[in-house]
């Protein structure tokens, strides 16, 4: 496996798509192990694509193109203007602020990041941020998705590991609203740091009034989006395609800005995103395959056991050895390899397995942002196309204020467990 | 020959359009059906299918527009002959990749054709393994192109306007 | 070629459950046994939560010839032979009993042997029972009727989907993770499941009532590649085999044993299980559901040999 890594990293730097690099490093570990079949670096591939989960990418992608081509955006950014413009980094405020929301309709880290470079991205480099900056900011807020609910990483974590999944549900509420307080402030230093100025002063009711009834659709979007899913009407996977049809119908029918030849445009665009996007998740099935098939869980957990039996050193060791792990493996993997053998562990020393799961979600939210490996940073920087280290550089503030957020759960359970103890009562 | 390689590339980016469109509309029927109380149960089935043909073919077209993501930091820094014959050497790298995966893929594809779509009875899931030696091969001559332009520091693509 | 001191044959085995449910313990207990008795020639790995990967393809690995091990269901094999897809048809067996003796029976037998010879499957054993199938809904269901225009999670394949819409209620395909969330948000209106599903899913947060109509007693099967069986020597193949039926009826019993402890547990968190159920009109509507695949004919002739009344 080991071998695998290297040739990884040697691909990436001599300028291979990373694509290809993840995909053809992933195969040397079947070459190691004839007794695979070969056939297996087709099958998990297409494996990727078979997963109804995931096609919350193209669906949110598509829906973000045609909001930008049907004036929803451009009615939403002006709307944002209004209200965030006299804040530092406004629109960098709003993309925080549009991830929470969208956290509560989606589950997928990954299709909230897409979505918010193709709706916001254009707009923001417009105004004077750095594509690295553009890129962090809507990569690492979109971290918010799967710590608030619904969340396919809870779902998974609580299915394997028998955790309630409504506790965790509601335990995440806190901690998702946390993260956009601590992403809010770290835009406004960044953005002080930068110079990137407020745009005008402080608005009047006025403004926000009048700003509000010309953008009443795209603004009701994200809310009607919950309603559905509150309601009933669809899966947070199925809402990507509610959102394609809602922006579809606003632009045709209330806007009037769709016509027959931006319909076709925005679907170019779509299929050039999905291609170059779903090109890397896709192949990088073939990549983790070898640390399952070897059990790296197992060897890496035995190790911590011997360490420590502090619950709040065993957390952090937890949160250290994930991090660094997560910027190799596929997030799902992690859940994958880790829950079964880490919840055991922290369960003996007595500590609550709802807590552990956020403590842990938000660190392995952040193997999504992080290089080498991370598909969502991979996926806003193939849209803004931005280089690596550019985006690199800029998303250290980001990362710092989540992993700030994580140690203060760790320390304070209570800010995980208060809701659900509250709503559930205590278990 | 140039001519029908236009034609095929246009024939790939108007099917994937088209399955995408799809996609989007299977998925919101699957989700109106339900909710009224008569469900359809194929039509997720059909839309993750027409998923894996969207992404490899989606592949292929990103890949011939140049839009395939890469890291350039480091070779951004070498003279433009270096440059040159370490691209050269990553194409060859990756056609051989390529070659492995149209045969394994067809190679699957047949073992696959007892396997069905568990929600579409009678409908294989060679359906979508095809996808991938067909794709790749599509993604071969991409690949060869490229190969051709930087030998030759000559066009020869169609690329989407 | 192995290190010194390494098994000689390592088997890994996948199952997509969780690694606190029964089975898993019972898998380890198997792993264990043959590792013993072959004096580690021998070792299996099991691997829960389906991380080795998904079940349809690991099957497709096996086929080709791969040393990995799938515990999957009657539907997935129905696949490559139809009729083995009565298997889990409703009230097809209802005691353990009643699969024991299953494995000897002439129809099944030629089954088996066409699975390892046209398609390359090895089964080791079909003695490991999940339980009994019940519906658990929000309203109190007693008859056929009561279940109609209930949108039910089921799985995809077309016998759980017949046999589920044989019963009365709309079959709904769902993965198996996407239940709690899509109950919580009334996106379905039941599942179906064995009792043993339950607690570990937390599905009582969400679901009131029990309707104990036991309608599909869930036959699973552990398969390997026949290929790779065939190249052990004989007496690791017998161990292999011996022990897994073993493990597998062992496992069986205590589950069910248990599920009256789990129905205890769950009548104390606020489940209702329904009293008065017309058992007798389910096993009179499931039948439907082998009629509309047209394997009815199968049905009867293996419940022949078996020496059920009609
Ligand atoms: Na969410
Ligand atoms: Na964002």
């Known amino acids: ?427 | 020959m140039k001519k029908l390689y236009e034609y095929i590339c246009k024939g790939e980016t108007f099917l994937i359009k088209v399955f995408l469109v799809f996609i989007v509309g299977l998925v919101f029927v699957a989700a109106v059906t339900r909710y009224i109380g008569y469900p359809i149960n194929w039509s997720v089935d059909m839309a993750v299918c027409l998923f894996a043909w969207c992404t490899f073919l989606g592949g292929d077209v990103a890949m011939r527009n140049n839009k395939l993501m890469n890291v350039e930091f480091l070779i951004k820094k070498l003279p433009e002959k270096y440059r040159n014959s370490i691209e050269l050497i990553n194409f060859f790298i990756i056609l051989i990749f390529l070659l492995a995966f149209i045969g394994y893929g067809i190679k699957l594809s047949y073992t696959t054709r007892f396997r069905q779509f568990q929600g579409i009875p009678g409908f294989s899931y060679t359906w979508v393994t095809i996808s991938v030696p067909i794709a790749g091969t599509l993604m071969v001559i991409t690949t060869i192109n490229k190969i051709r332009e930087r030998l030759a520091k000559r066009g020869g693509e169609c690329r989407l306007q | ?310």
């Open chain 1, 1 to 427: 496996m080991l071998l695998v890594f290297i040739i990884f990293i040697l691909f990436l730097l001599m300028g291979m798509p990373v694509a290809f690099a993840i995909g053809i490093a992933g195969t040397l570990f079947f070459l190691q192990n004839p007794q695979l079949p070969f056939t297996m670096i087709i099958q998990l591939p297409i494996s990727q694509t078979q997963n109804f989960p995931l096609l919350a990418i193209p669906l949110f992608i598509f829906a973000a193109n045609l909001m930008n081509e049907t004036g929803i955006t451009h009615r939403l950014i002006r709307l944002a203007g209004v209200l965030a413009g006299h804040m530092r980094g406004g629109l960098a405020q709003v993309n925080v602020v549009l991830s929470t929301l969208m956290g509560g309709v989606s589950g997928s880290a990954i299709a909230d990041a897409a979505m918010e470079a193709r709706l916001l991205g254009p707009e923001m480099l417009k105004k004077g941020f750095s594509k690295g900056y553009t890129g962090s900011v809507s990569a690492i807020t979109a971290c918010i998705a799967p710590v608030i609910p619904p969340s396919i990483g809870l779902i998974l974590y609580g299915t394997i590991g028998q955790v309630s999944i409504g506790r965790l549900f509601t335990g995440g509420i806190v901690p998702g609203l946390m993260m956009m307080l601590f992403l809010m402030i770290a835009v406004s230093i960044t953005s002080k740091i930068k110079g990137y100025l407020p745009e005008r002063k402080r608005p009047s009711l006025k403004d926000v009034g009048m700003a509000l009834i010309d953008s009443i659709w795209a603004f009701l979007f994200p809310i009607a989006l919950i309603g559905g899913i509150r309601f009933g009407l669809y899966t947070p996977t199925e809402a990507g395609a509610f959102a394609g049809v809602y922006a579809l119908a606003v632009g045709a029918v209330f806007y009037r800005e769709l016509t027959w030849k931006k319909f076709k445009r925005t679907l170019e665009f779509t299929i050039v995103d999905i291609g170059s996007i779903m090109l890397i998740i896709s192949l990088s099935g073939i990549f983790g395959y070898g640390l399952a098939y070897e059990r790296a869980g197992d060897v890496f957990s035995r190790f911590m056991l011997g360490i420590t039996n502090n619950p709040q050193i065993l957390l952090l060791l937890i949160v250290g050895a994930v991090f660094i792990a997560g910027m190799f493996i596929d997030s799902t993997a992690i859940i994958l390899l880790f829950t079964a053998i880490l919840l055991p562990l922290v369960s003996e020393v007595g500590i609550d397995p709802v807590h552990f799961g956020l403590v842990f979600m938000l660190v392995i939210v952040l193997g999504l942002v992080t290089p080498p490996v991370g598909v969502s940073m991979y996926t806003v920087c193939s849209i803004l196309d931005c280089q690596l280290e550019d985006y690199i550089k800029e998303s250290i503030p980001f990362i710092v204020a989540i992993l700030l957020v994580d140690l203060l759960i760790i320390f304070f359970p209570d800010i995980v467990l208060f809701l659900p103890n509250l709503v559930f009562g205590k278990d």
């Open chain 3, 1 to 310: 070629t192995p290190a010194f001191g390494q098994a000689k044959y390592t088997l890994k085995f996948n199952h997509v459950l969780s690694p606190r449910e029964p089975y898993h313990a019972g898998f380890q207990k198997w792993a264990k046994a043959v590792e013993e008795r072959t004096k580690g020639g021998l070792k299996i790995e099991v691997f829960a939560s389906a991380q080795l990967g998904v079940e349809e393809d690991i099957l497709e690995q096996i086929r080709a010839g791969a040393n990995v091990g799938q515990n999957t269901d009657s539907a997935r094999m129905g696949m490559y032979i139809p009729g083995i897809a009565i298997m889990n048809g409703p009230y097809f067996v209802e005691t353990l009993g009643g699969v024991e003796r299953l494995k000897k029976m002439p129809t099944v037998q030629g089954w088996l042997d066409e699975l390892a010879n046209k398609f390359g499957f090895k089964v080791l054993s079909f003695g490991w029972v999940q339980g009994y199938r019940h519906f658990f809904t929000n309203k109190p269901v007693r008859s056929p009727d009561d279940l109609k225009g209930q949108r039910i999670r089921t799985p995809p394949a077309p016998i759980w989907q017949e046999s589920v819409r044989a019963l009365g209620a709309t079959p709904v395909a769902l993965a198996f993770g996407e239940m709690y969330p899509a109950l919580q948000q009334k996106v379905i209106d039941g599942v179906e499941l064995v009792y043993n599903n339950i607690p570990g899913g937390r599905f009582y947060e969400v679901l009131k009532y029990v309707t104990e109509t036991g309608h599909i007693m869930l036959v699973n099967f552990e398969v390997i590649s026949a290929k790779w069986f065939n190249a052990l020597p004989p007496e690791y193949q017998k161990i292999l085999v011996e022990e897994c039926d073993k493990a597998g009826l062992e496992t069986s019993r205590s589950i069910i044993e248990s599920e009256k402890a789990v129905k205890a547990d769950l009548i104390k968190r606020g489940m209702v299980v329904v009293d008065k159920v017309d058992i007798a009109a389910f096993r009179k509507a499931g039948e439907k559901a082998y009629e509309v695949l047209k394997i009815a004919d199968v049905k009867d002739k293996v419940h022949k040999e078996l020496g059920f009344k009609k």
